[in-house]
């Protein structure tokens, strides 16, 4: 399987500050086939990004996915306070089955 | 509007076995492949199984693999999840996730409980 590890685990910013979450993989992604969701305390993931860079509907442009191969990156321009939660990166390009990343939860400084 | 809506999670003990249920609405579901997903208590995301539209084809996590059967109805617009053999470590949250495209999770559901101890 591939493994998606995500880093760093715990990101501290302000709102208004910029946000880089990394997503590193065992072994390349075909086709970049990758997704970042959000998820908020007790509630279920939402789907940010996916095929590495495509915006979900209805997501707000200051998210924006990057990346290739085995290295990408979800940013977020100019974090509001409702973009605090556990970000997880996710890849669905291999036969051998779908895997998620372990999280990068990211808090108010 | 696409709702999804498990059911059926609840405390059983090692060995024994539990049927989860969720049900679909707002889109054509023989038309989506279907999967579940679950998050141990505090910890991230795991894919279990997922299923073809037609219910032809079905993929499991190594882990599940002999244990879980995934499944649905069209009928009643339901898909299942039949586990058995329960462990200590299938304790989770249980979500039903609609694949928009192969393996993209558009729509989840809210999540079922699986507690397994003695």
């Known amino acids: 399987e591939i493994v998606l590890t995500q880093s760093p685990a715990t990101l501290s910013l302000s709102p208004g500050e910029r946000a880089s979450l990394s997503c590193g993989a065992s072994q390349s992604v075909s086709n970049s086939y990758l997704a970042w969701y959000q998820q908020k305390p007790g509630l279920a993931p939402r789907l940010l990004i996916y095929?590495?860079?495509k915006r979900a509907t209805g997501i707000p442009d200051r998210f924006s996915g990057s990346g290739s191969g085995t290295d990408f990156t979800l940013t977020i321009s100019r974090l509001e306070p409702e973009d605090f939660a556990v970000y997880y990166c996710q890849q669905y390009g291999s036969s051998l089955g779908i895997t998620f990343g372990q999280g990068t939860r990211l808090e108010i400084k | 509007e696409v709702q999804l809506v498990e059911s059926g999670g609840d405390l059983v003990q090692p060995g024994e076995s539990l049927r989860l249920s969720c049900a679909a609405s707002?889109?054509?579901?023989?038309?989506?492949?279907m999967s579940w997903v679950r998050q141990a208590p505090g910890k991230g995301l795991e894919w279990v199984a997922k299923?073809?539209?037609?219910?032809?084809?079905?993929y499991y996590v190594d882990s599940v693999k002999g244990r879980f059967t995934i499944s649905r109805d069209t009928a009643k617009n339901s898909l299942y999840l039949q586990m058995s053999s329960l462990r200590a470590d299938d304790t989770a949250v249980y979500y039903c996730?609609?694949?928009?495209?192969?393996?993209?999770?558009?729509?989840w559901g809210q999540g079922t409980l699986v507690t397994v101890s003695s």
């Open positions: 299923e073809k539209g037609d219910g032809r084809e079905k």
């Open positions: 095929d590495a860079f």
């Open positions: 707002g889109f054509a579901f023989s038309s989506y492949w």
């Open positions: 996730a609609r694949e928009w495209e192969s393996g993209i999770f558009d729509s």
